[in-house]
C-alpha cells in the first residue's frame, strides 16, 4: 500500500494555465469584436447610421422637438386664509395648454376662475405651512380645471405668484 501512496504523490499535476489563457483570449476577442459591431452600426439596436447623421451634426447633442403650447394667464386671485388673524394669499397662475385647445380654454376662463377662487377660499393655513403644499395645490387644480374644461387639454399649471401676507 505504500507503494500505490508514493505513485500517487510522485505523478505531477497540470495547472490549468492553458484554460484561463484561452479564455481571457477569447473574451478579449468578444469585447473586440462587440464594440466594432456596435460602433460601426452593424447592430439594429437604437438609430440606423443615416437617421444619426440626419439628426445631429457631429459634436453637437441631439435634441428633440419641443411641444407646440401656449400659455394661458390668469388673473391674480387674493383669497383671506382661514384664520383668527387676517392673512391673504396672492396666486397668480398660468395653464400650459395644447396650442389646438388655447381658445377653447381661454373661453372658459371665467369658469377656472371660479373654482380657483372656491378651492383657494378653503384652504387652511395649517394646510399652507406644509413643505409640500405649493405641489398639492398644484394637483388639487390641476385635476379640477380638467373637469371643468375637459380632461387633456390642460397639461399643467404652472404657478407664477405664491404669496402668503
Same mark, same amino acid.
Given at each position: 500500500?505504500?507503494d =500505490?501512496t508514493?505513485? !500517487?504523490?510522485? =505523478?505531477?499535476?497540470?495547472s490549468?494555465? *492553458? &484554460? ?11 469585447a473586440? &469584436? ?5 460602433t460601426? &452600426? ?5 438609430? #440606423?447610421? *443615416?437617421?444619426?447623421s440626419?439628426?445631429? #451634426?457631429? &459634436?453637437?447633442?441631439?435634441v428633440s422637438?419641443?411641444p407646440?403650447?401656449?400659455f ?6 387674493i383669497?383671506s %386664509?382661514?384664520t ?6 396672492k396666486f397668480h397662475? !398660468? ?8 381658445a377653447? %380654454?381661454?373661453a372658459?376662463k371665467p ?6 377662487? #372656491?378651492y383657494l377660499? =378653503?384652504?387652511?393655513?395649517s394646510?399652507? !405651512?406644509d413643505?409640500?403644499?405649493?405641489m398639492r ?9 380638467g373637469?371643468? %374644461? ?8 404652472? %404657478?407664477m405668484e405664491?404669496v402668503?401676507?
Amino acid at each position: 500500500m505504500t507503494d =500505490a501512496t508514493a505513485e !500517487q504523490a510522485e =505523478a505531477p499535476g497540470k495547472s490549468g494555465k *492553458t &484554460g484561463l489563457i484561452i479564455g481571457i483570449v477569447l473574451a478579449l476577442a468578444g469585447a473586440a &469584436g462587440g464594440y466594432f459591431l456596435t460602433t460601426s &452600426g452593424l447592430l439594429p439596436i437604437g438609430a #440606423t447610421k *443615416t437617421e444619426k447623421s440626419a439628426e445631429h #451634426t457631429p &459634436g453637437e447633442s441631439p435634441v428633440s422637438a419641443l411641444p407646440v403650447v401656449e400659455f394661458v394667464d390668469l388673473p391674480p386671485v387674493i383669497v383671506s %386664509v382661514n384664520t383668527s388673524d387676517s392673512r391673504h394669499l396672492k396666486f397668480h397662475a !398660468q395653464l400650459e395648454v395644447e396650442a389646438a385647445h388655447a381658445a377653447e %380654454v381661454e373661453a372658459m376662463k371665467p369658469r377656472i376662475m371660479d373654482v380657483m377662487n #372656491t378651492y383657494l377660499r =378653503a384652504i387652511d393655513l395649517s394646510d399652507l !405651512q406644509d413643505s409640500l403644499a405649493l405641489m398639492r395645490i398644484r394637483g388639487h387644480l390641476h385635476r379640477r380645471i380638467g373637469m371643468v %374644461v375637459g380632461e387633456g387639454r390642460v397639461r399643467d399649471v404652472l %404657478v407664477m405668484e405664491f404669496v402668503l401676507n
